[in-house]
């Protein structure tokens, strides 16, 4: 399945309303750090959303061939997610997102320890 059709103009709308739904950049970037990852895992890495909605964002990731899901049928049966060649595209972006994040957050904290000396 593409991506849903985007009623905007902005060529990156669809793309981002995929992406900005709950838990899903957290789910990739646990898929994109550590590989594939069986569900259980991948719940765990993923504190706090629950089974319902990592199942139902691992199904649209899944549709949208960012994601891949690997069954075995075993006892118990196992699960394994892992990022498409689709979603390893997302690698640099993730990457870019990062390093601003982390000088962001260097500069909130340069900036809250000037102002707490100031006080």
Same mark, same amino acid.
């Given at each position: $399945?593409?991506?849903?059709?985007?009623?905007?103009?902005?060529? $990156?709308?669809?793309?981002?309303?995929?992406? $900005?739904?709950?838990?899903?950049?957290?789910?990739?970037?646990?898929?994109?750090?550590? %590989?594939?990852?069986?569900?259980?895992?991948?719940?765990?890495?993923? %504190?706090?959303?629950?089974?319902?909605?990592?199942?139902?964002?691992?199904?649209?990731?899944?549709?949208?061939?960012?994601?891949?899901?690997?069954?075995?049928?075993?006892?118990?049966?196992?699960?394994?997610?892992?990022?498409?060649?689709?979603?390893?595209?997302?690698?640099?972006?993730?990457?870019?997102?990062?390093?601003?994040?982390?000088?962001?957050?260097?500069?909130?904290?340069?900036?809250?320890?000037?102002?707490?000396?100031?006080?």
């Amino acid at each position: $399945m593409p991506l849903p059709e985007s009623p905007k103009a902005c060529p $990156m709308d669809a793309i981002l309303r995929l992406l $900005m739904g709950p838990w899903t950049t957290y789910i990739l970037w646990v898929l994109r750090s550590h %590989g594939p990852t069986r569900f259980g895992e991948l719940k765990r890495r993923v %504190g706090g959303v629950s089974a319902k909605v990592l199942t139902e964002r691992l199904r649209l990731l899944e549709a949208a061939e960012i994601v891949s899901r690997h069954y075995e049928p075993s006892i118990p049966p196992q699960v394994t997610y892992a990022l498409t060649t689709r979603g390893a595209e997302l690698s640099p972006v993730f990457e870019s997102l990062n390093e601003i994040a982390t000088r962001w957050r260097a500069q909130d904290e340069r900036r809250a320890k000037k102002a707490a000396k100031a006080a």
